[in-house]
């Protein structure tokens, strides 16, 4: 997108050097203006089918469409969104964990919601704020899944959002491994297990 190039820039997040385009840079009217697109492909090679079909759409819309949908079909539909780089978005005054309250609030309590995020300080702060069930994802072993640790992320979280690899491991030629008793640790410690991403 030619008209965007002078957009281009490095910045700092979360203590990473990255050069790219950044959503603060842009209002909501040229981000409507963008098509969305599988971020990943060769994790996911069948969602290329739908590259540029769709808007990039806004929350609310996303809640507009599950509610939709969820009525034409007579059963719920669920939402699942994950707070991202909490602490840069707070830096420039743009928390969007408030702003993704205040849409929920706008749009009931009739929507099955789970709040994603890496982020145990952003969790810790929603937990006093809402009722709705909050995900600590972790991703590798460093995260030092201890039991107590466990019990530590179960003060502000429901869940525990692992990825698949600490719950089932691949040996060296590509099978199953012994599972890790991640699961029985979690729910020892009072979460729940949700694996990601399949």
């Avoid at 743009?94 to 789970?114: N, Q």
């Avoid at 899944?145 to 030629?173: C, F, N, W």
């Amino acid at each position: 997108r030619p008209e965007f190039a002078d957009r281009r820039r490095t910045a700092v997040v979360d203590g990473h050097s990255v050069t790219g385009w950044f959503v603060e840079d842009f209002a909501l009217a040229a981000l409507e203006t963008l098509r969305a697109r599988e971020r990943p492909p060769e994790i996911r090679p069948h969602s290329q089918l739908y590259d540029d079909v769709f808007s990039v759409p806004t929350f609310e819309e996303i809640l507009d469409l599950a509610q939709a949908e969820a009525g034409r079909l007579g059963r719920p539909i669920g939402v699942y969104p994950e707070i991202k780089q909490p602490a840069h978005f707070a830096r420039l005054g743009l928390r969007h964990d408030d702003a993704m309250l205040s849409a929920l609030r706008d749009h009931g309590s009739g929507l099955p919601v789970y709040i994603q995020s890496f982020d145990p300080t952003c969790l810790r702060a929603l937990s006093a704020r809402t009722a709705v069930p909050l995900v600590q994802l972790v991703e590798n072993e460093t995260e030092l899944l201890t039991p107590y640790r466990l019990r530590e992320i179960s003060t502000y979280a429901h869940v525990l959002g692992a990825h698949k690899s600490l719950l089932m491991p691949l040996d060296q030629a590509g099978r199953l491994a012994t599972p890790t008793g991640l699961v029985e640790r979690a729910h020892d410690a009072g979460l729940a297990v949700h694996a990601w991403t399949f």
